[in-house]
């Protein structure tokens, strides 16, 4: 699921003063004897086709284990890879939210980045030039394999497309410390440390140096510890920045509605504040599943009580979203990473308000909508048009609490869409097709949200007709990816 506005274990100790990370030789990285097989089934990196070692079967940690959670702040109570970043173009500071670069002073010395570009693999290739680095890594580290899931096509998969963002955005300073800062925070989740970022760094380089061969050189030496050394800093001094908030919250279920054979809404309740802005999104782990997160957006804006909302589709073979569809009931727990994303809503913008949504992304549209109501008074009102898009009535799945926000907002006008079902009241056809035909977007904030290809066939239709800064809309949040810890 996309949400428009479009891009990890506890911090062990918090006392560490991190002034930057510079990359350094050595590290205890295998060599890259072709004839020595550093792992099963993987003879050097000439042998893509092999079974890494880190698809080797590791015994999971007991299901009901809570990790410890060192180094929070003394006033809170004990609670409980890369991935695709946010951009945060509005400006607005999310919770936890590291330095912002200065004038962008901590910017990199500039490496040739088109080295950078070429030295890095897409598609199957780059699957298994990332099951080569994993396997580098677990073979020189193998204390680390029980920090990532067992299953690791995906993680694969997301640290393959962050580094692909970062070689991107190397010429784009403040955008890519911003994405970086954000990972570091985020990976404290996952009880990433300063030290485990050297081993990270050390290995990758030692992995392309294998992959690339002859195209390895002096320049391709010195694109990659630029770059690699400033990712490392960059999160590292986040994280620190971050160290007086949890690294993750426990939540308590106390209610479980199931809409849809497929879909259930949550109502969490964290044991301790949580902080977020309507329109983000958090990661959730459940105790069957350890090591394994998935992002859910926040269905509410905050409540006195501080209780969440959560709307969850299962996805075929998902683990964690049949999970909590299926075998999730009031009682239970839920481990939570720190809320993220940038589709928010200024609170210094008058204009007129687009929400498109399809799907479960209605979840953080709601919340938007309802933070507006809350602020109806206090600021000059705005209108707001809420395109919903469904196949058939009957997944509208939140009717309930769209009548709701109607009352509750004078200037709400909601409209809905549905493609498959000629017979149903409201208006007929794909949601990005009436919005193509009904929709006012002049002088409007938009704010997009739901599956990849609704999101992408409505941004189409807002090509060159609604502004970057007043477009919003969250990239896919697929599976998150962590460095090594």
Not at 49 to 58: E, G, M
Not at 230 to 240: E, L, N
Not at 295 to 320: E, F
Request: proline share 8%; glycine share 8%.
């Amino acid at each position: 699921m996309i949400r428009a506005y479009r891009n990890h274990l506890s911090l062990a100790d918090t006392d560490a003063t991190i002034q930057g990370v510079e990359m350094t030789p050595g590290g205890g990285i295998p060599g890259e004897d072709p004839a020595h097989n550093y792992t099963a089934g993987l003879t050097g990196p000439v042998r893509r086709d092999s079974t890494p070692a880190d698809q080797a079967h590791l015994p999971a940690q007991h299901p009901g284990i809570v990790p410890d959670q060192q180094g929070t702040h003394p006033d809170r109570h004990p609670a409980a890879g890369f991935q695709a970043g946010e951009d945060t173009r509005d400006g607005t500071a999310t919770p936890g939210g590291g330095k912002q670069c200065p004038e962008f002073s901590c910017q990199p010395p500039a490496p040739d980045y088109t080295i950078l570009k070429q030295t890095l693999t897409d598609g199957p290739a780059a699957n298994r030039d990332m099951a080569y680095f994993y396997s580098l890594l677990f073979t020189a580290h193998p204390e680390l394999r029980t920090m990532f899931p067992l299953a690791m096509d995906e993680q694969r998969r997301a640290l393959s497309a962050a580094l692909a963002r970062c070689a991107w955005s190397m010429d784009n300073p403040q955008s890519l410390h911003e994405y970086l800062a954000e990972l570091g925070q985020d990976h404290r989740k996952y009880g990433v440390q300063e030290r485990h970022y050297q081993v990270f760094g050390e290995t990758l380089a030692n992995a392309l140096r294998l992959l690339n061969g002859p195209a390895w050189d002096q320049e391709a030496v010195a694109a990659w510890h630029t770059a690699i050394s400033h990712i490392c800093s960059v999160m590292a001094a986040a994280a620190q920045d971050a160290a007086s908030e949890p690294p993750w919250w426990v939540a308590e279920v106390i209610r479980h509605e199931r809409r849809c054979p497929d879909l259930a809404v949550l109502t969490i309740r964290p044991s301790q504040p949580f902080p977020y802005q309507p329109g983000q999104y958090l990661s959730v782990q459940v105790l069957r599943w350890p090591r394994v997160w998935r992002n859910y957006s926040i269905a509410n804006a905050p409540r006195a009580d501080g209780t969440l909302d959560l709307h969850i589709r299962a996805i075929p073979g998902g683990q964690v979203s049949t999970a909590l569809v299926q075998d999730t009931s009031a009682g239970d727990t839920l481990l939570l990473g720190p809320a993220r994303g940038a589709m928010i809503a200024g609170q210094d913008s008058a204009r007129d308000i687009l929400c498109i949504a399809g799907g479960t992304g209605f979840a953080p549209i709601k919340a938007i909508i309802e933070g507006l109501a809350a602020r109806q008074g206090r600021q000059a009102a705005r209108r707001i048009r809420l395109f919903v898009g469904a196949r058939r009535r009957p997944d509208l799945y939140d009717l309930a609490d769209l009548a709701r926000l109607e009352s509750a907002c004078a200037r709400l006008e909601v409209v809905t869409a549905l493609s498959d079902d000629p017979g149903a009241r409201g208006r007929h056809g794909r949601v990005h097709d009436v919005v193509w035909q009904q929709a006012s977007w002049q002088d409007c904030d938009v704010f997009v949200s739901g599956p990849p290809g609704m999101v992408r066939a409505t941004l189409r239709v807002l090509a060159h007709r609604a502004s970057d800064e007043h477009l919003h809309c969250d990239p896919p949040r697929g599976t998150t990816a962590r460095l090594p810890a």
